[in-house]
Every structure is written in structure tokens, then in C-alpha cells.
């Protein structure tokens, strides 16, 4: 399934608006029941993140060969990586 623009924006608007107080997590999955979310230390990820935040990265998954793996292309997305820096919640 890919994310389109429009669920770009709400990812970004959720993980904002969440920064320093709450992991957005919960919200995001509540949001977005359709996509795979996974959650990380940043330094367990080496691909470059779709999109960085003061306290994770973002990374898109997706599935066109027999593994998942990180991609930048929102189009072949099936799920989510929030990559956290710091303390997580």
C-alpha cells in the first residue's frame, strides 16, 4: 500500500506535535491501522531516514522482494520505522 501525500503530512504532523512529550506510537498506529509500524533505537538502522526529527528518524518499509527492507519511496511503502534517539517512550 503506499502513503500518499496527504498521510505524509499527518505522519509528520503527528510525530511533531508529540516531540519532548509522548511517543507518538500509539497515536500513529491508531491513525494508520493499514501500515506495518516498527519501533527502534536509531542506531539499529543504517539507511539514511526518510524524514529526521529532534528525537527519531523516520523510515519507510516495504516488501517488493521476499524481505522487508527500508526504502524512500512513499509509493512502495507498507509500514513505518520511528528510529529513536535518546531516551524512548
Not at 539514511?48 to 516488501?63: G, I, N, T, V, W
Amino acid at each position: 500500500m503506499a502513503l500518499d501525500e496527504n498521510e505524509l503530512i499527518e505522519l509528520e504532523q503527528v510525530i511533531t506535535a508529540a516531540e519532548g512529550r509522548v511517543s507518538p506510537f500509539t497515536e500513529l498506529r491508531r491513525r494508520f491501522p493499514h501500515l506495518a509500524l516498527v519501533r527502534c533505537d536509531a542506531s539499529d538502522v543504517t539507511e539514511p531516514p526518510f524524514r529526521s526529527f529532534p528525537q527519531l528518524d523516520l523510515h519507510m518499509l516495504e516488501r517488493s522482494e521476499h524481505c522487508v527492507q527500508i526504502t524512500a519511496d512513499p509509493l512502495l511503502a507498507i509500514g513505518i520505522v520511528l528510529a529513536t534517539r535518546g531516551p524512548s517512550g
